[in-house]
């Protein structure tokens, strides 16, 4: 009887950390802390905040909503509930430039003190509960994928569980962890948004035995009035904002749990205050309550300072006031200001920036026409597509169709007829795996391999490490040099046959000089006799290749009395430059194998190289 009354105690801790009404159904299922609801802001409007989703919350409402920030974002939630459980959340967002934006937060409830008792009412001391959570979020724009995609954002966030209790073997029996996922879309056409997510959707996970139950949340956001930047229904002059949001939850694959209504709105009076109000529906057993929620926020320098009053459902006495201090940034791309001249227009891009690298095929464009106030953008043209501005902003997304230097050119006309222009270049290169963001030869293996002049393997890895054979050596030059390979089925060499894979390449740069092979002893019908080898499959050494990138180049060798017969060929290729990144990564050791990083480093320093790297990259 006594571990079935401190079973009864622990269950009812459990159901008030949840918020739940009876403590049957929380002993069902493993409980959510953030279930309570995140931010003062989303809870001023009855918890509807799918189909907005902004700012450090959307870590834990709708990770789709991290690719909207353009600057760091983070936020805070303190309450205490029903006067014993501490309530505490904490998340931040860093964007990752043209790459979306990672997340992370974490949601801890916790009480202590709580008296425990047998079956007579005799006590047995106190006990203590805590229930957390950790997300680590990402989301991205789909812009890059095509203009199809250009307002739909998607996210994800993993789920780490964990409640201990203290008190008791009984208690002690309930800990546990477990992990989950949360994934997310948020689609902003114009003043009307939506948002889809699926919370804790891995089948089967658990917290310790008890289930996470999985919840779909659809949610949309109106934007009735706003400033054109906003896409609002209805355009403002007064700098007014009015957001109606309607969400609505449904658990799936929990037989007969209500599905619930979250309906809110919040009106900003002018860029600091905003007043909020909502009805929010919780599920009690297989009943709903609801609520009616509201709110107050004031935003100053990039900070937010939020409160929330809002009544815990089927709970009696149970209204809880809620706390957010956030930091939210300034998420416009470069601030305008007054230029001198009345007909001055000036494009600043917060991206990409002039001499960027890129990887994808695709780049985002974000920026501002800058001029005396006043100025209204009329038409904006991005690379001859004309796209749409807001408040003299303008995003779009451009393909990037080849490797190399590309222009992109912003031109258009305010509505005085005053004309801007401007053009940036950005370089696209390929990637691969294995060549971490440090690694010392990154930028001349993807150079090089962006020209064509190096291949990299299926998988998706260049395998820098590799040591080069003579005949992949012959291969490279014989593509660079774009030598004629006319000599299929022709072999000088008799250890290479003529339907071996490189033979007409390894030909062709015997003819040219570049490259030779050695005389050695083989035996034919069973006698030794002296013949022309080129040991294709070799690996090359740093002194070989130092050489014929020097007979590539047509250097000035000349030969010393005495000398290794590669010191010439180093002292001539180190006077060309050609050496300059190697040496300063590591020692020249000739007899060494040559790597296929430690070639590139070589290779795009030498004229012949540089001349490819221009007619294939336009670098100069």
């Not at 105690?9 to 929380?26: E, P, R």
């Not at 020249?588 to 990083?597: E, I, S």
Request: proline share 3%; net charge neutral; with cysteine.
């Amino acid at each position: 009887m006594k571990t079935l009354t401190n079973k009864i105690k622990v269950v009812s801790l459990i159901a008030m950390v949840a918020l739940a009404a009876f403590a049957g159904s929380a002993f069902a299922a493993a409980i959510d802390p953030a279930y309570t609801g995140i931010g003062a802001r989303p809870l001023g409007m009855g918890k509807a905040y799918i189909g907005l989703a902004e700012n450090a919350e959307a870590v834990f409402t709708n990770p789709a909503g991290l690719a909207t920030a353009k600057t760091v974002k983070f936020t805070s939630m303190y309450t205490n509930l029903m006067g014993d459980v501490n309530y505490i959340v904490l998340g931040g967002v860093y964007p990752i430039k043209n790459y979306g934006a990672i997340g992370a937060g974490i949601i801890n409830t916790g009480v202590s003190g709580i008296p425990l008792t047998d079956s007579n009412n005799n006590s047995m001391g106190s006990g203590a509960w805590n229930n957390s959570v950790l997300l680590l979020s990402y989301g991205t724009d789909l812009a890059r994928l095509g203009d199809a995609f250009k307002d739909v954002k998607v996210g994800a966030s993993a789920k780490i569980y964990s409640q201990t209790g203290t008190g008791g073997s009984t208690v002690e029996a309930g800990n546990g962890s477990g992990t989950d996922m949360d994934l997310g879309i948020l689609y902003t056409p114009n003043w009307i948004s939506v948002g889809l997510v699926g919370s804790n959707i891995l089948p089967g996970m658990k917290v310790n035995q008890d289930s996470l139950t999985s919840t779909l949340k659809l949610g949309t956001r109106f934007a009735v009035i706003g400033s054109d930047k906003d896409k609002a229904l209805l355009i403002s002059q007064q700098k007014e904002k009015l957001n109606l949001l309607f969400d609505v939850e449904t658990k799936p694959t929990q037989t007969g749990a209500p599905t619930v209504y979250h309906l809110g709105g919040e009106y900003w009076t002018g860029e600091n205050l905003a007043l909020r109000l909502g009805l929010n529906q919780d599920a009690s057993k297989n009943e709903t309550v609801t609520n009616i929620t509201a709110g107050i926020g004031y935003v100053k320098d990039g900070y937010a300072f939020d409160y929330a009053f809002q009544p815990v459902g089927g709970v009696a006495d149970g209204a809880t006031h809620y706390f957010s201090i956030s930091y939210i940034g300034q998420d416009k791309a470069p601030v305008a200001k007054k230029l001198p001249e009345s007909n001055a227009l000036e494009v600043v891009l917060s991206r990409p920036t002039d001499k960027d690298i890129v990887y994808a095929d695709r780049v985002l464009v974000d920026g501002v026409v800058n001029g005396p106030q006043g100025t209204t953008v009329k038409a904006v043209k991005v690379n001859g597509n004309e796209i749409a501005a807001f408040d003299n902003q303008f995003q779009t997304s451009i393909i990037l169709a080849k490797y190399g230097v590309q222009d992109i050119n912003i031109e258009g006309t305010d509505q005085a007829g005053n004309q801007f222009k401007r053009t940036i270049e950005v370089m696209r290169l390929t990637s691969f795996d294995d060549l971490g963001a440090d690694f010392w030869a990154k930028a001349q293996v993807e150079k090089a391999a962006s020209a064509g002049l190096l291949n990299g393997y299926p998988d998706g890895s260049f395998k820098p490490e590799k040591v080069l054979t003579r005949a992949e050596m012959a291969t490279i030059l014989a593509r660079m040099k774009n030598l004629p390979l006319d000599t299929v089925g022709i072999s000088t060499f008799k250890d290479v046959k003529g339907k071996y894979w490189a033979a007409s390449a390894i030909e062709a740069v015997k003819e040219e000089g570049l490259m030779q092979g050695s005389m050695a002893n083989v035996k034919i019908n069973g006698k030794k006799t002296t013949q022309l080898v080129f040991n294709p499959e070799k690996p090359l050494t740093r002194a070989e290749g130092i050489a014929v990138l020097a007979r590539m180049d047509g250097l000035n060798v000349t030969a010393g009395k005495g000398k290794d017969w590669s010191t010439p060929y180093i002292a001539a290729a180190t006077e060309a430059g050609i050496l300059s990144a190697f040496t300063q990564h590591a020692e020249l050791v000739p007899d060494q194998g040559l790597t296929r990083a430690e070639f590139c480093a070589m290779l795009v320093n030498t004229k012949t190289a540089s001349n490819v790297l221009e007619q294939k990259l336009g670098m100069k």
